[in-house]
C-alpha cells in the first residue's frame, strides 16, 4: 500500500451491528444496559471522593445527580455528533479520575484559606470551565501535540495521577479522614469483603460477570454494611424528588494555583481520547488512517471540552470518553452509535432522581476504599503500560525518575515548597503538575540520543 492510499474499513466479523445500524428497542436497551453496568462506578466515584475528602456533605447527592445528567448529555453529543462537535462513534462520556488529584489540590487551597463548601465548588466549577478551553484548542491542532505530548511524558503523568489517590483509597479503608475507629477490624472487614469479591468475580469466564465486578463488589460490601448496622437511610426522605440542573447553581470563581495543574490535565485528557477513540474505530470495523478518521479524533476531542465545560456549568467535574466502554462493544458485537442515545437516556433518568445519590452517599468510606484500591492502583499500572510502548534509553529513564520523584517528593513532604512564593508553591504542590513541568520541559532541553543497539548495527 502507498502512502497516499487510505485505509479502508477492515470487515470485522465479530460484529453484529456497524456503526451505523439501527436495533430494535430491546436489543439497544440490552446493550445500552450493559455500557451503564461498565461505567456507572466510574461516573459516580470522584463526586463520592471530592465529597468525602472535602466535606461537601449535603451537596453530595445532588452532584452525583448532576454527574449522570450531564454524562447522558456528553454520550449523546459524542455518539449523535452535532455538527462538527463529537466522534459520531459509540463513545460513553463519563467523570474522568484523570483530574481527580488536581480537583482535591484545588478544593484544599480554597479549604486552607477557610473557604465554605460552596466557595470551594465555586472554584473548582470555575477553574474547571476555563481550563477546558484548553482542550477545545487542542482539538483543532491535535496531530501536532503528540510532538510535545509524547508516551514518556503521558505515561509519567497517569503514573502521578494514581499514586497520590491510593493513599486516598487506603484512608478510605481505614473508615475516612478522622474516623473514630480509624482502623477498626469491621472497616477493614468491610474493605476485604469488596475487595477480595471484586477480585474473585474479575477472575470469571463469564464476561458479563467480570464486567459489572465492581458494581456487584460494591453491592455485597453495602449488603454487609446493612446487616452489621452501618447505613443509615433516614435522612433520604428531605431530599428533593426532581434534581434541577442549575448553571453554576454555587457561583464562579476562579484561581491561578488552581488552574494550571487542570490545564495541564486537559492537555494529557486530549491525547487519551485520541488513544479511546483509535480504540474503538478498530474494534468498530473503521478506519484508523485518513480524513474520516482524523474528523472523527477531531470531533471526539473538541466534545470531550465543550462537555467538560457543559459539565462545570452544571455542577459536574470534568468529562472524557470511558476507555473500558470499547470492551463491552468487542463483547457484545454492537457497535451502533445509536445505542449511544439509549445510554445517554438511562444516565438522564437515573440522574434525576436524588434519592439515587443519597442511597450511593450512604455507602460506608471503608466499602467505597476497597473498590477505589483497585480502580486507583489500575491507574498508575496504565501509566506503566503506556512506559512500555515507549523505547526507554538512560534519557528517557532519567526523565521518568527525576519527574516522578518530583511528583511523589512534593505530594508527601509539601514543606519542602514553603519558601516558594504562595502561588508558585500551591501550583507545583500538586504531584501532577510538578511531574508534567518536569517531564515536558526535561523532554525539550536533554537532547535525544541514539539507541546503543541502533549504533552497534552502524559500526
Known amino acids: 500500500m502507498t502512502q497516499n492510499t487510505k485505509a479502508a474499513p477492515r470487515k470485522n466479523h465479530d460484529l453484529l451491528y456497524s456503526l451505523n445500524d439501527k436495533l430494535g428497542f430491546v436489543p439497544s436497551s440490552f446493550a445500552a444496559l450493559q455500557h451503564v453496568l461498565a461505567s456507572l462506578v466510574g461516573v459516580i466515584t470522584p ?20 454527574a449522570l445528567i450531564v454524562s447522558g448529555v456528553g454520550t449523546f453529543i459524542q455518539c449523535r455528533r452535532i455538527g462538527p462537535v463529537g466522534a459520531g462513534m459509540l463513545c460513553l462520556q463519563g467523570t474522568s479520575f484523570a483530574f481527580l488529584t488536581a480537583i482535591l489540590s484545588a478544593g484544599m ?47 509519567t503523568i497517569i503514573i502521578l495521577i494514581g499514586i497520590p489517590l491510593i493513599k486516598v483509597a487506603m484512608t478510605d479503608i481505614g473508615g475516612g479522614f478522622g474516623a473514630e475507629n480509624f482502623g477498626s477490624l469491621d472497616n477493614l472487614l468491610l474493605a476485604g469483603i469488596v475487595l477480595f469479591s471484586v477480585i474473585l468475580l474479575n477472575r470469571s469466564k463469564n464476561p458479563m460477570i467480570r464486567l459489572a465486578a465492581v458494581v456487584i463488589g460494591l453491592l455485597l460490601g453495602m449488603a454487609a454494611a446493612f446487616f452489621m448496622g452501618r447505613l443509615d437511610f433516614s435522612g433520604l426522605s428531605s431530599l428533593p424528588v426532581v434534581a434541577v440542573p442549575i448553571p453554576f447553581k454555587f457561583g464562579f470563581q476562579f484561581d491561578l494555583a488552581a488552574f494550571i495543574p487542570l490545564a495541564i490535565l486537559f492537555c494529557v485528557s486530549a491525547m487519551e481520547t485520541t488513544g479511546d477513540l483509535t480504540a474503538n474505530s478498530t474494534i468498530s470495523g473503521e478506519p484508523v488512517t485518513g480524513s474520516v478518521y482524523m474528523n472523527r479524533i477531531r470531533g471526539g476531542v473538541l466534545a470531550d471540552g465543550i462537555n467538560s465545560m457543559i459539565a ?38 437515573m440522574g434525576l432522581f436524588p434519592i439515587i445519590g443519597g442511597v450511593l452517599q450512604q455507602m460506608p468510606k471503608p466499602v467505597l476504599g476497597g473498590a477505589t484500591l483497585i480502580m486507583f492502583g489500575t491507574v498508575a499500572v496504565a501509566g506503566i503500560r503506556v512506559l512500555s510502548h515507549a523505547k526507554l534509553d538512560r534519557r528517557d529513564m532519567m526523565i521518568v525518575a527525576i519527574s516522578v520523584g518530583l511528583g511523589i517528593g512534593v505530594s508527601t513532604v509539601p514543606d519542602v515548597l514553603q519558601e516558594f512564593p504562595k502561588t508558585l508553591a500551591n501550583i507545583l504542590s500538586s504531584p501532577v503538575a510538578m511531574g508534567a513541568v518536569s517531564a515536558i520541559l526535561l523532554s525539550l532541553i536533554l537532547p535525544e540520543q541514539k539507541h546503543e543497539e541502533d549504533e552497534a548495527e552502524v559500526s
Open 47 to 66: 463526586t463520592l471522593i471530592v465529597g468525602g475528602v472535602l466535606g461537601l456533605g449535603e451537596h453530595v447527592p445532588y452532584m452525583i445527580s448532576m
Open 109 to 155: 487551597i480554597v479549604k486552607n484559606r477557610g473557604g465554605s463548601p460552596e466557595d470551594i465548588l465555586a472554584t473548582i466549577f470555575g477553574v474547571c470551565f476555563c481550563a477546558a478551553i484548553i482542550e477545545i484548542f487542542l482539538s483543532r491542532i491535535i496531530h501536532k501535540l503528540q510532538r510535545v505530548i509524547t508516551p514518556v511524558v503521558t505515561g
Open 312 to 349: 462545570a456549568t452544571f455542577n459536574s467535574m470534568p468529562s472524557t470518553t470511558f476507555s473500558q466502554n470499547n470492551g463491552v462493544i468487542a463483547l457484545t458485537g454492537v457497535a451502533s452509535r445509536f445505542v449511544g442515545i439509549y445510554i445517554a437516556a438511562i444516565l438522564v433518568i
